[in-house]
């Protein structure tokens, strides 16, 4: 049954998908706790252009894909780090503008047309050692950073009008988020791609958010989660022969669907209780 | 972490810890709240009263140092700590007792350092402090009104705040506690803290040092036996102040905010 995993290009995919769920369960929990899924979802899109430009002057996809969604962190996530509201608009403007320059440079400036689809839904087969790499790196960064910056994130986050009075002066640590999401972003297009990084991102943490009541089993279900989904989706895309990161994609949602039901339902049935509980 | 700080003041000695003079707030050109001059000193108690949208959030919001003046002075000898008006996004944070407590340590320590065992002693023991040391590993959105808000004071008191803000703190708690948490606002006051309290209840300020009634300007600011007259509060609470036949005489009511919202 699980003779899929025999080929190397499967054994890649699985390699980096488990790589890369350390880094999206770890800062999936902080993206969905500081309400930044839009700008993560914004920021993975804003890198399209970025390989483009990459693939068609021949520099490194991953510079150029961080490029881009480093200038996207700088200016649009810092308005949505704030939680001030207004800046929803301006990340759709910017993630509609972004995704049309890309596509325009593609088909147009590079004609290179038929690498379009790879970037925007990944190429999760194709893998190689690089991607890895990059994915390992980000993993690393994000654990370190999750030890270091946790509590400041989580204090800004509970009560942003005190974090001056808390000692969290300078903006700095909320920047270091912005970026790691950017880098993650970057480091998850190679697997599925720009618009479905979120699957990744966000996704598994908002399924496991309706689970744990802490940050660190938070944390740690995310990432279990995250590579779960991650290995099945890619192991069902094979067996089906359907695209790795759609597959992935719709697996997360299906599973966030079923759990948020499941909870739904268990409320339902304590509220029946209850009700009996009563009458009696 | 509390070997550390500085010894606090006594009662009433020293120089002020907040001085406003003729302080104008806004958040952008058009002041929200002008012409505030009071002073806070350490052990004393200031009621802040308003109506909603009288400035009281906005003044708490300058002396968090999250708005700047836009005209007159405003000086902080140390930095305040807060208790603020509890919001919905806050109840589901997945955050203990303890966690909260735990964040009043940020400031004391240098960015790279996580939480030791210094700090978690001290988060223990403001806890312990506030009566709440045994539900320290308690969500903080399952605690109730009242004990979040001594959670809120555990921080400040680990944060070592000789300034301490409360934004209506006593707002949809029940009687006891109250009268728990006034009873530890005194407290405060008693070991040198300077402490703001924004609030509706006429009444309970007058127990207070100082009354500083806003209404989108400085009515007035003094004890509240001299303060709280007839005419300071109609300008304070404008058509919200109604007078009630009352055997003997007549009485004053203000009437209850219609609305919750936050007055910035």
Same mark, same amino acid.
């Given at each position: 049954?699980?003779? +899929?995993f025999?080929?190397?290009?499967?054994?890649?995919?699985?390699?980096?998908?488990? %790589?890369?769920?350390?880094?999206?369960?770890?800062?999936?929990?902080?993206?969905?706790?500081r309400?930044?899924?839009?700008?993560?979802h914004? *920021?993975?899109a804003?890198?399209?252009?970025?390989l483009?430009?990459?693939?068609?002057?021949?520099?490194?996809?991953?510079l150029?894909?961080?490029?881009? !969604?480093?200038?996207? !962190?700088?200016?649009?996530g810092?308005?949505?780090?704030?939680?001030?509201?207004?800046?929803?608009?301006?990340?759709?403007?910017?993630? %509609?503008? =972004?995704?049309?320059?890309? %596509?325009?440079? !593609?088909?147009?400036?590079?004609?290179? @047309?038929?690498?379009?689809?790879t970037?925007?839904?990944?190429?999760?087969?194709?893998?190689? +050692?690089?991607?890895?790499?990059?994915?390992a790196?980000?993993?690393?960064?994000a &654990?370190?950073?999750?030890?270091v910056?946790?509590?400041?994130?989580?204090?800004? @986050?509970?009560?942003?009008g =005190?974090?001056?009075?808390? @000692?969290?002066?300078?903006?700095?640590?909320?920047?270091?988020? &912005?970026? /790691?999401?950017?880098?993650?972003? *970057?480091?998850?297009?190679? +697997?599925?791609?720009?618009?479905?990084?979120?699957?990744l /991102?966000?996704?598994?943490? =908002?399924?496991?958010?309706?689970?744990t009541r802490?940050?660190?089993?938070?944390?740690?279900?995310?990432?279990?989660?995250?590579a779960?989904?991650?290995?099945?989706?890619?192991?069902?895309?094979?067996?089906?022969?359907a695209?790795?990161?759609a597959?992935?994609?719709?697996?997360?949602?299906?599973?966030?669907?079923? %759990? +948020?039901?499941?909870?739904?339902? =268990?409320?339902? /049935?304590?509220?029946?209780?209850?009700?009996?509980v009563?009458?009696? | 972490?509390?070997?550390?700080?500085?010894?606090?003041?006594?009662?009433?000695?020293?120089?002020?810890?907040?001085?406003?003079?003729?302080?104008?707030?806004?958040?952008?050109?058009?002041?929200?709240?002008?012409?505030?001059? #009071?002073?806070?000193?350490?052990g004393?108690?200031?009621?802040?009263?308003?109506?909603?949208?009288?400035?009281?959030t906005?003044?708490?919001?300058?002396?968090?140092?999250?708005?700047?003046?836009?005209?007159?002075?405003?000086?902080?000898?140390?930095?305040?700590?807060?208790?603020?008006?509890?919001?919905?996004?806050?109840?589901?944070?997945?955050?203990?007792?303890?966690?909260?407590?735990?964040?009043?340590?940020?400031?004391?320590?240098?960015?790279?350092?996580?939480?030791?065992?210094?700090e978690?002693?001290?988060?223990?023991?403001?806890?312990?402090?506030?009566?709440?040391?045994?539900?320290?590993?308690?969500?903080?959105?399952?605690?109730?009104g009242?004990?979040?808000?001594?959670?809120l004071?555990?921080?400040?008191?680990?944060?070592?705040?000789?300034?301490?803000?409360?934004d209506?703190p #006593?707002t949809?708690?029940?009687?006891?506690?109250?009268?728990?948490?006034e009873?530890?606002?005194?407290?405060?006051?008693?070991?040198?803290?300077?402490?703001?309290?924004?609030?509706?209840?006429?009444?309970?300020?007058?127990?207070?040092?100082?009354?500083l009634?806003?209404?989108?300007?400085?009515?007035? #600011?003094?004890?509240?036996?001299?303060?709280?007259?007839?005419?300071?509060l109609?300008?304070?609470?404008?058509?919200s102040?109604?007078?009630?036949?009352?055997?003997?005489?007549?009485?004053?009511?203000?009437?209850p905010? $219609? $609305?919750?919202? $936050?007055?910035h």
């Amino acid at each position: 049954m699980f003779e +899929a995993f025999d080929y190397p290009f499967m054994q890649r995919a699985l390699v980096e998908l488990l %790589v890369l769920s350390i880094a999206a369960g770890t800062l999936g929990t902080w993206i969905v706790l500081r309400g930044l899924a839009f700008y993560s979802h914004g *920021v993975a899109a804003a890198a399209f252009p970025g390989l483009v430009l990459a693939d068609g002057l021949g520099f490194s996809a991953a510079l150029g894909a961080f490029g881009v !969604a480093l200038l996207f !962190a700088l200016t649009v996530g810092r308005l949505a780090a704030r939680e001030e509201g207004g800046h929803d608009a301006l990340t759709a403007l910017v993630l %509609v503008a =972004a995704l049309a320059i890309g %596509v325009v440079l !593609a088909s147009d400036v590079f004609e290179s @047309g038929a690498n379009v689809e790879t970037l925007l839904f990944g190429s999760l087969l194709a893998i190689g +050692a690089d991607d890895i790499r990059l994915a390992a790196l980000v993993s690393a960064l994000a &654990l370190l950073a999750t030890f270091v910056l946790g509590q400041r994130w989580l204090a800004a @986050g509970f009560d942003p009008g =005190a974090a001056r009075s808390l @000692g969290i002066r300078s903006p700095v640590a909320d920047l270091v988020l &912005l970026a /790691l999401i950017a880098l993650a972003a *970057v480091a998850t297009l190679s +697997a599925v791609g720009a618009l479905l990084a979120t699957a990744l /991102l966000v996704v598994p943490a =908002a399924t496991t958010r309706l689970l744990t009541r802490r940050l660190l089993p938070w944390h740690l279900a995310t990432v279990a989660l995250a590579a779960a989904e991650g290995t099945a989706g890619l192991w069902l895309s094979f067996e089906t022969n359907a695209p790795p990161g759609a597959t992935i994609a719709v697996i997360a949602g299906g599973g966030f669907a079923l %759990v +948020a039901l499941g909870r739904a339902a =268990a409320a339902g /049935l304590t509220h029946l209780r209850a009700r009996k509980v009563v009458a009696a | 972490m509390s070997d550390a700080s500085p010894p606090i003041a006594p009662p009433g000695a020293g120089a002020a810890l907040v001085t406003a003079a003729d302080l104008a707030v806004g958040y952008s050109a058009a002041p929200v709240l002008t012409g505030v001059s #009071f002073a806070l000193h350490a052990g004393e108690r200031i009621g802040v009263l308003g109506p909603n949208g009288g400035g009281k959030t906005t003044l708490f919001r300058a002396l968090l140092d999250e708005l700047r003046p836009l005209a007159g002075e405003l000086r902080l000898a140390v930095r305040a700590g807060t208790v603020p008006q509890t919001e919905r996004s806050r109840l589901d944070f997945p955050v203990s007792a303890l966690d909260v407590a735990l964040m009043g340590t940020i400031a004391g320590r240098p960015w790279w350092r996580r939480p030791g065992r210094a700090e978690r002693a001290a988060a223990h023991a403001a806890l312990r402090r506030v009566g709440l040391d045994a539900l320290a590993e308690r969500s903080f959105g399952e605690l109730s009104g009242g004990q979040r808000q001594r959670v809120l004071v555990a921080r400040a008191l680990v944060q070592d705040a000789r300034i301490v803000l409360l934004d209506e703190p #006593f707002t949809g708690l029940d009687n006891v506690s109250a009268q728990r948490l006034e009873q530890l606002l005194d407290e405060l006051a008693a070991e040198g803290r300077g402490v703001l309290i924004a609030t509706h209840d006429v009444d309970q300020a007058r127990a207070w040092d100082q009354v500083l009634c806003l209404n989108r300007r400085q009515v007035a #600011f003094g004890p509240p036996a001299q303060t709280l007259t007839l005419d300071v509060l109609a300008a304070t609470y404008g058509r919200s102040i109604v007078t009630l036949p009352q055997d003997g005489g007549e009485r004053l009511a203000i009437l209850p905010p $219609h $609305h919750h919202d $936050h007055d910035h």
